[in-house]
């Protein structure tokens, strides 16, 4: 991985030079609509509900096994987590609705939203049983970029995860994020150690990846049952 630079005064290196740069705008509340699913601005006594029977559908609780809280025992519990950490502008919480029916099925968070220096990343991911391995898993990342790159500007786009969390770190590599190192002994949660994985997606990435998001969400993509001709990865070459 090559590091821009050119050289000050005195010969010495130093970052590239950015001209005319100005902060950027925070994200805002507005829905993020695509073809297969839709993004709300998360409001609990709205969509607590609907969330809780969603995320319950994971009988084993597999889906809770990363993230620093949950599973939570019933909804009031649930609720009451909601209403702690998820009605702030950062995170930004957003609730995954099926454009077929209306259904939740799942949320996502932008976070660490800094833009001053253009920097956001995503995270609190979670995708209940209902939308794991469905296209709109891949176009709720496109629609989350999308309004970071195209409508807001930003310069780097991050995502991090526990370095055991296979899963994640595929679906990161999946979506066009590039792997940038192990942060160790980053954090504890859950009364264990966590070592953090990084990745990132910048400006000058989102027009290859953006290219690949659009060639895969395209209709003529899926045949007759809905099942994808061409993957992701494949659109990316």
């Given at each position: 991985?090559?590091?821009?630079?050119?050289?000050?005064?005195?010969?010495?290196?130093?970052?590239?030079?950015?001209?005319?740069?100005?902060?950027?705008?925070?994200?805002?509340?507005?829905?993020?609509?695509?073809?297969?699913?839709?993004?709300?601005?998360?409001?609990?006594?709205?969509?607590?509900?609907?969330?809780?029977?969603?995320?319950?559908?994971?009988?084993?609780?597999?889906?809770?096994?990363?993230?620093?809280?949950?599973?939570?025992?019933?909804?009031?519990?649930?609720?009451?987590?909601?209403?702690?950490?998820?009605?702030?502008?950062?995170?930004?919480?957003?609730?995954?609705?099926?454009?077929?029916?209306?259904?939740?099925?799942?949320?996502?968070?932008?976070?660490?939203?800094?833009?001053?220096?253009?920097?956001?990343?995503?995270?609190?991911?979670?995708?209940?049983?209902?939308?794991?391995?469905?296209?709109?898993?891949?176009?709720?990342?496109?629609?989350?970029?999308?309004?970071?790159?195209?409508?807001?500007?930003?310069?780097?786009?991050?995502?991090?995860?526990?370095?055991?969390?296979?899963?994640?770190?595929?679906?990161?590599e999946r979506f066009g994020f590039g792997f940038e190192g192990l942060w160790r002994q980053a954090t504890m949660y859950k009364e264990r150690n966590r070592d953090t994985t990084w990745y990132a997606i910048i400006d000058k990435d989102w027009p290859q990846i953006k290219a690949a998001y659009r060639a895969w969400?395209?209709?003529?993509?899926?045949?007759?049952?809905?099942?994808?001709?061409?993957?992701?990865?494949?659109?990316?070459?």
């Open positions: 991985m090559s590091i821009e630079s050119q050289n000050n005064t005195l010969g010495q290196p130093v970052g590239l030079d950015i001209d005319n740069w100005q902060s950027c705008r925070p994200p805002s509340r507005d829905a993020m609509t695509g073809r297969f699913c839709r993004l709300d601005p998360l409001v609990v006594d709205k969509h607590a509900t609907c969330l809780f029977e969603a995320f319950s559908v994971d009988s084993s609780h597999r889906n809770w096994t990363y993230l620093p809280y949950g599973p939570f025992e019933d909804l009031a519990s649930f609720i009451e987590w909601l209403n702690a950490y998820a009605t702030c502008s950062d995170p930004l919480f957003y609730v995954v609705v099926n454009q077929d029916n209306d259904e939740i099925v799942g949320m996502a968070s932008y976070l660490r939203i800094t833009p001053e220096i253009g920097t956001i990343e995503v995270g609190h991911i979670h995708f209940s049983p209902k939308m794991q391995r469905t296209p709109m898993a891949t176009e709720t990342m496109y629609l989350m970029m999308t309004r970071v790159f195209d409508e807001l500007g930003y310069r780097r786009y991050e995502w991090k995860c526990d370095a055991l969390n296979a899963p994640s770190k595929k679906a990161a969400l395209d209709p003529g993509n899926f045949d007759e049952s809905g099942d994808q001709k061409s993957k992701l990865n494949t659109c990316k070459r």
